[in-house]
């Protein structure tokens, strides 16, 4: 059974820099596109962006200029880097698993992390 | 702002059948394949169908999605007091390139 846990400090300071890591366990990093989404207080889902073990990241448009996304294979492990954050950042952000099953030509996200609340305030 | 817009809300007695609607463009729903996601307070989003109309291991037969044209449709049959939760559909957009989610819909079981 494929497990996600989201680690990370919980509190950031305005125009400072988030970073979570994602722990992946009961599978390989292989095979896969490894994704963050988010969820501000009371708000929808937001994709900020995915990568493969192998391949080149694809970011959300509206958060392009700020973010990172990277892949650690031997650790099991993939991170996010959200630069110069503003209370507008302050959301749950979750990882996910994203694969192409059937004949889908839209990722789905098929095993998720239980999700990290991150707040942005001085 | 969403490029996915759905009903805020939906609601139905034990028993009925509702069905969310998703209203997209030629860009993402026409194109690629729609997933609906089901989300309770306070926990992480399921997948509940992928590709338009299939469901993962474990997600009752009484979900079921379709798609026509640039819209989509999620439609739970039988409704039971667990289904009151937040819905949303997803779908690749091409014109973005990127990953796009619907504005989400709260079903209430009444």
């Known amino acids: 059974q494929v497990q996600l846990q989201e680690s990370g400090p919980g509190l950031v300071k305005p125009s400072e820099t988030l970073s979570l890591t994602c722990t992946v366990s009961g599978g390989s990093l292989r095979s896969f596109f490894w994704s963050w989404i988010r969820q501000a207080p009371g708000k929808g889902l937001e994709w900020i962006g995915y990568?493969?073990?192998?391949?080149?990241?694809v970011y959300n448009p509206s958060l392009k200029s700020r973010v990172a996304i990277s892949v650690d294979t031997p650790k099991n492990q993939f991170s996010l880097r959200l630069t110069s954050v503003t209370a507008a950042d302050t959301a749950v952000y979750f990882c996910?698993?994203?694969?192409?099953?059937?004949?889908?030509?839209?990722?789905?996200?098929?095993?998720w992390g239980q999700g990290t609340l991150v707040t942005v305030s001085s | 702002q969403s490029v996915l817009t759905q009903p805020p809300s939906a609601s139905g007695t034990p028993g009925q059948r509702v069905t969310i609607s998703c209203s997209g463009s030629s860009s993402n729903i026409g194109t690629n394949s729609v997933n609906w996601y089901q989300q309770f307070p306070g926990t992480a989003p399921k997948l509940l169908i992928y590709s338009d109309y299939q469901r993962p291991s474990g997600v009752p037969g009484r979900f079921s999605g379709s798609q026509s044209g640039t819209s989509a449709s999620l439609a739970i049959s039988g409704l039971q007091s667990d289904d009151e939760a937040d819905y949303y559909c997803a779908a690749w957009d091409d014109s973005l390139n990127a990953y796009v989610f619907g504005t989400g819909t709260k079903v209430t079981v009444l």
């Open positions: 996910a698993r994203a694969g192409y099953n059937g004949s889908g030509t839209s990722p789905d996200l098929d095993y």
């Open positions: 990568m493969s073990y192998s391949g080149s990241p």
